[in-house]
């Protein structure tokens, strides 16, 4: 352990090993709303992909599977730190290889499709590479709007990286909101509403199997959560919280802290045991 003297202050400086020997807590003791966010996004993510592979591609499920990734993204964005993390890249690696040999629903025939679109976890490492050389927050109004657009006139390249430059649109607005940039409200709100549409489409619209019933209640139920994911960005502080039991407090720490493991874990044994029934 090292101290750093800083303006009068010291600050203390864990190396390496020990940083990670503080294991669940190596972010603080108490829950916070990073830790929340996550909790929620994890469990919309299991949901949607249980209602993916094991409940005939369950339209409902997978509505609300649509609230997990614009989380991760903003807290991608939102968190500041941008440095490039082996352990994302080798688990997006190991998933791309489950992929390979894991046949999947609702898709065509061929390598190729079975491995496109990438993880979210590769497209996690390329959103913190570009965010680490570029700060949007150092641009113009009217740069941004041109940004915006450009981004979501790209939004097919979710075809090979999920959630291509929209996931990278979401990160970027977290990073102006976090820095009260001008623009940051109307940014995050377009690029929000985007993701939703889209993925209305996706699922509601694009299904011959979806009676219009279905169709129009699916659309109410995406507005309900697109608009709660707006006011909760818009309104968005880390802080913390004492929670208690200590079980609680815990167990949501651990889920949170965590996040990358279980996405990794759950979603590989997901798509093995639907290869093997």
């Not at 450009?150 to 097919?156: M, R």
């Not at 970027?172 to 009260?180: F, H, K, P, S, V």
């Amino acid at each position: 352990m090292t101290a750093i003297a800083r303006g009068g202050t010291v600050a203390t400086v864990l190396p390496p090993l020990a940083a990670s020997a503080t294991g669940i807590k190596r972010y603080g003791a108490k829950v916070n709303t990073h830790d929340l966010i996550k909790v929620v996004a994890i469990v919309a993510m299991v949901i949607d992909h249980a209602g993916w592979l094991f409940m005939d591609d369950n339209v409902w499920m997978r509505l609300v599977g649509r609230a997990a990734a614009p989380l991760f993204f903003y807290l991608v964005g939102y968190s500041g730190s941008y440095r490039f993390k082996n352990q994302i890249l080798a688990l997006g690696v190991g998933l791309f290889l489950v992929r390979l040999f894991t046949p999947l629903p609702a898709v065509p025939h061929g390598m190729l499709w079975q491995i496109l679109p990438i993880t979210i976890l590769i497209t996690f490492v390329l959103v913190k590479a570009i965010m680490n050389r570029f700060d949007p927050v150092k641009m113009s109004t009217t740069s941004l709007i041109i940004l915006l657009a450009c981004l979501l006139a790209a939004s097919p390249s979710a075809l090979v990286v999920e959630y291509g430059t929209l996931g990278l649109a979401i990160a970027l607005g977290a990073r102006l909101i976090n820095q009260r940039h001008p623009f940051a409200r109307p940014w995050i709100i377009i690029a929000t509403v985007a993701h939703f549409g889209i993925q209305a489409f996706w699922l509601l619209f694009s299904r011959s199997d979806v009676p219009m019933h279905i169709v129009f209640l699916g659309l109410l139920f995406l507005a309900v959560i697109a608009s709660m994911s707006i006011v909760l960005f818009l309104r968005y502080r880390l802080r913390s919280f004492t929670v208690n039991p200590a079980w609680l407090r815990n167990t949501t720490i651990y889920i949170s802290r965590y996040s990358l493991q279980i996405f990794f874990f759950h979603l590989a044994a997901f798509e093995i045991i639907y290869r093997l029934i």
